[in-house]
């Protein structure tokens, strides 16, 4: 629940407090949809007035999901927990492992640390595989996150353990894995090439364009097929990512959903660092005419945006920029409450808790709640529109030095940089796979439940991530 604010804005004009006032009490007396509807009238009749009417593309820093229209998450959350952990461990061994037989062959393994939440929710909840004479979704993955995908696929038993010792060995070795998703090198495995950076998008916006032009000339069944994109927030840069934008929300490509995995970083630095990129892609994505939603702050911070009456949470929230989100991210949690919590006496005494702990727990680099997920993934199925999710996982900023095992289980890994090579040469660690797909698969069957399909919905959409202390 999004506290009372005591109208911050230029408290000296009481004239904006008292429009303020009545304002909020029609949003709580008959709903914000009336407020919607009020401020559409008011922008009209100040147009037409000549009054300057300033065009805002940014909501504020916080997930477009309120709280209380969140839904409690239908899958076991420890089961999918403890499984993504194992992915991700897998994942990384694979790619460590292989950098220790082959110097320098790298492999990202941050990547898919940040994207692990994300895909996992998809594939537990979203994505639908054919089967009887339903068609399956189409998924454009994050190219460089292929070893979470190859390290499921063996934990699903798809893979063996000598397709993971072959990893970017399949022109070589066989039965091998290529470096990044591709069809002519594993046409049994992978559908589209999507590593060049820019691809992956471009091409869904595509083919979703064509499924619902062969649909609406009855050349292929109208179904509720999705494609999904997962994209990275470097990626965004490439023109390829963004060029076609207007022709999804144009076109009504309800049938797509693009997630941009914002870890605020890639290969070479920060993709912004005086900037949020979470609000310029919200401002591109929704001026081209797609629906977005936001997921930045996890579960953690909701009492304390609860507690919020000055505002100036908020304000502290839009005023940092991703450099010093990194910067937090990178420093822990006395810095946090320092540099971040610190510079107003109000959000100071939001955390001034006896539990020292809390600190702790806002930094630690974990996504937005499955609730959040969950609500956000659904709510892009519902909509008239071409759909964007936006997450902010933070990769952590590389620091000297070699990871302890324990850390390597951490999201978003914790000291490693994105390419697997410059750390796991140093690194004295043995890694091993943690588990048998066998094993896996029996308790893995035994909690999910099938995926029902949700109802068709025109437009394309964007889901945003992060979590960004
Ligand atoms: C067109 C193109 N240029 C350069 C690269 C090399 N490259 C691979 S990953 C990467 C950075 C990706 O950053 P981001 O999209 O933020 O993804 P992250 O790994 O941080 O999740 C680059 C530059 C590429 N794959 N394609």
Known sequence: MNATKTAPVAPDF?????????????????????????????????????????????????????????????????????????????????????????????????????LAALLEVGFNHFFHASYGDQPGDFVYFQGHASPGVYAR?????????????????????????????????????????????????????YQARFMRYLENRSLIAKTPRKVWAFVGDGETDEPESMGSLTLASREKLDNLVFV????????????????????????????????????????????????DTSGLLQQRMEECVDGEYQSFKAKGGTNVREAFFGKYPETLALVEHPRRSRDTALVRPRHATPHTRKRSLATSRSRRSASVLIFPFLKRPRKKGCPTVRRMTVPKSATCTSEGSNWAATCPHALSLKVSSRRLRSSFSRNLSPVPRAAPSPQPWVLSACCAI
């Open 14 to 114: 009481d004239e904006i407090a008292e429009w303020i006032e009545a304002f909020d009490q029609l949003v709580k007396q008959e709903g914000s949809s009336q407020g919607t509807l009020l401020l559409d009238a008011l922008t009209r009749r100040a147009r037409e007035s000549g009054v300057d009417v300033p065009v805002k593309l940014n909501t504020p820093y916080r997930n477009t999901i309120p709280v209380e229209d969140e839904v409690p998450y239908p899958g076991n959350r420890e089961v999918e927990r403890r499984v993504k952990s194992l992915i991700r461990w897998n994942a990384m061994a694979m790619v460590h492992r292989q950098n220790k037989e082959d110097a320098g062959i790298g492999g990202h393994i941050s990547t898919y640390s940040s």
């Open 153 to 205: 696929a063996f934990l699903e038993g798809r893979l063996t353990e000598d397709h993971l010792r072959n990893f970017r060995h399949e022109l070589r070795e066989a039965p091998g894995l290529s470096s990044y998703p591709h069809p002519w090198l594993m046409p049994e495995f992978w559908s589209f090439p999507t590593v060049s950076m820019g691809l992956g998008p471009l091409n869904a916006i």
């Open 260 to 307: 941009v995995n914002c870890n605020l970083q890639r290969l070479d630095g920060p993709v912004r660092g005086n900037g949020k990129i979470i609000n310029e892609l919200e401002a591109a994505f929704s001026g081209a005419g797609w629906n977005v939603i936001k997921v930045i702050w996890s579960s953690d911070w909701d009492p304390l945006l609860a507690q």
